[in-house]
């Protein structure tokens, strides 16, 4: 029964992930619509060479690195600090309209949050006049080059920190509560318990949302960045998919483009690979 109910799930990523991996043949390609997968032209290895070989490459990977190693850095702990914290409260009712109000902005539509964010880093924005208090310059903080990813990573934050926390709650509430109890009679405070219960109770978990992060890594969504980005911060906020994006879909390089993402996807594969090889030999967790 089991198995039949594991059917249509395995025949969503039949039909979704792995039948579409056969468009990855256009990136040895020199593709057109008219053509097709099977009327195209063969070009081999030239799509990679040329990227490789292009003045974009290394700006292109320092900005997508950049941007993913401080998301992973700030982003990554911020909802296990948030849903240690929420463990840590009493009120009931205060907890739950805490939670609610940090889920929120993971269901506001991508565009009005990008939309929020350019108004309130504009000039005359509220986050601006903040930063005029302490001492800045009144200007557009969003269209400033230095400040793209400090910006982009901290409205991630506020953006997820809540509803990625949820797994991390659901995981400290299966802890075993006689550890507290045992803990308590031998003297640790709040901090010790955290340390020496709390934590090593969700450990597991925590690995293994990082091995699935390093997955990820280098998979910056192009959505995000297309709509904060403009031409005066291509300099730190164009990153691989926003390029796929401009070449495949304004440019109509279609096969360049999906060179590009297959060169990202192979790389996002090995450090999830790396990643689990690592937390296998060193840990008793692992995805494989």
């Known amino acids: 029964m089991i198995y039949f109910l594991l059917i249509p799930v395995i025949v969503y990523f039949v039909i979704f992930s792995y039948i579409p991996m056969t468009g990855l043949v256009m990136a040895f390609q020199n593709f057109t619509p008219k053509g097709g997968i099977f009327g195209s032209p063969w070009v081999g290895l030239k799509h990679f060479a040329d990227f490789f070989g292009s003045t974009y490459f290394g700006r292109l990977m320092r900005n997508t690195v950049m941007i993913s190693v401080l998301d992973l850095l700030w982003g990554f702990p911020a909802p296990i600090l948030f849903a240690l914290l929420l463990n840590e409260l009493r009120g009931k009712v205060f907890k739950r309209t805490v939670q609610t109000i940090s889920y929120m902005p993971y269901f506001i539509s991508m565009v009005i949050i990008c939309g929020i964010i350019a108004d309130f880093t504009s000039s005359e924005g509220v986050i601006t006049d903040l930063f005029v208090a302490l001492g800045g310059e009144r200007k557009n903080l969003l269209g400033q080059a230095g400040n793209f990813r400090t ?43 955290v340390w020496h219960v709390t934590l090593p109770g969700i450990a597991s978990t925590i690995i293994i949302m990082l091995i699935l992060r390093m997955g990820s890594m280098l998979a910056v969504g192009y959505e995000k960045i297309i709509l904060l980005y403009s031409p005066a911060t291509y300099e730190t906020a164009d990153v691989i998919s926003s390029y796929v994006y401009r070449k495949g879909l304004q440019e109509f390089n279609y096969g360049y483009s999906t060179a590009v993402g297959f060169f990202n996807s192979v790389i996002n594969t090995a450090l999830l690979v790396i990643t689990n090889a690592i937390s296998r030999k060193y840990s008793e967790t692992s995805l494989f």
């Not at 400290?172 to 003297?187: F, I, K, N, T």
């Open 151 to 193: 910006i982009y990573v901290a409205s991630n934050i506020w953006q997820s920190v809540g509803f990625s926390s949820i797994i991390y709650l659901a995981t400290l509430s299966s802890v075993d509560q006689e550890l507290y109890e045992a803990a308590a009679l031998d003297g640790a405070g709040r901090l010790r318990q």
